[in-house]
């Protein structure tokens, strides 16, 4: 039995042979780019009818695409080779891989800090879910990363992994103050910010969505907020322990998911 991610495989080679994008095969399947990236990782099925298109599309027959005994007949390009349409694929095919943005997570925390900091209730655990939401209700919306930061599905919820390292620097740098206090008779680590952050390494559309995350849930417990993460997608379908992948926002459902998806988008995500 052929597998999701064979087939995923078999369909981002064949494309790539046929000098085909993600978003020329979207259009020519009537489904969004992030329907393709999600069925070349092996992450969704095909209907019938998408099937049919598809193999239209590849050039292939269904028998042969679904086969066990699938075979590429790949273009091979000199090594050190750089065409027009790989460049075109960079430019237009999402960035899954997340790349850690350290300057852009710094300025999120200081941002965040200078607008709560002042707020009871904002401690080091309310604090890394607001930086996750960030981050993944920015990359649901515009499919690319916002500071890159790799988050860990852990027991109160999802933790940045470069937390710890970039809190110790900005602290020993004189940018923040660390300081343990209680809240509601628990144990709290607080942070506050020295300086102020630098507005300049943010676009308009990152500072949306972060004033947006800031305003909805910077009043929430630490207990709320947990819980509440506790119910995306993206760290339900992780095991704990590991690394979630941003890909999840796109199984996203309401009240969790921040895109407005088109019909078609709809009935696939």
């Not at 369909?11 to 990236?37: F, N």
């Not at 952050?197 to 630490?222: G, H, Q, Y």
């Not at 509440?228 to 993206?234: E, F, G, T, V």
């Amino acid at each position: 039995m052929i597998t999701r991610k064979e087939i995923g495989k078999r369909v981002s080679a064949a494309r790539r042979e046929r000098d085909l994008t993600q978003e020329e095969l979207a259009k020519i399947l009537g489904i969004p780019r992030t329907a393709v990236t999600q069925l070349e990782a092996g992450r969704r099925d095909l209907s019938a009818i998408e099937l049919q298109r598809l193999a239209y599309a590849l050039n292939l027959s269904i028998d042969t695409l679904l086969t066990a005994s699938y075979e590429t007949d790949a273009v091979k390009e000199p090594e050190g080779a750089y065409t027009l349409t790989t460049a075109h694929e960079q430019a237009t095919d999402r960035i899954s891989e997340p790349i850690f943005y350290q300057e852009k997570f710094r300025n999120i925390l200081l941002y965040i800090l200078s607008k709560c900091s002042g707020k009871p209730n904002v401690g080091e655990t309310l604090l890394c879910k607001l930086l996750y939401f960030c981050d993944f209700d920015y990359y649901e919306i515009y499919e690319e990363h916002l500071t890159g930061a790799r988050y860990l599905k852990m027991a109160y919820g999802p933790v940045p992994e470069e937390m710890s390292t970039t809190v110790k620097g900005m602290a020993a740098n004189g940018e923040i103050q660390k300081i343990k206090t209680e809240f509601f008779g628990k144990p709290q680590t607080r942070y506050l910010p020295l300086i102020k952050p630098n507005l300049r390494t943010f676009s308009a559309a990152e500072k949306e969505v972060i004033d947006s995350v800031i305003e909805r849930m910077s009043d929430w417990t630490a207990l709320m907020i947990t819980n509440y993460s506790h119910n995306d997608k993206p760290w339900r379908a992780t095991e704990m322990n590991r690394p979630i992948d941003y890909e999840l926002v796109f199984y996203r459902r309401p009240p969790y998911s921040v895109r407005i998806y088109d019909e078609n988008e709809q009935d696939i995500i």
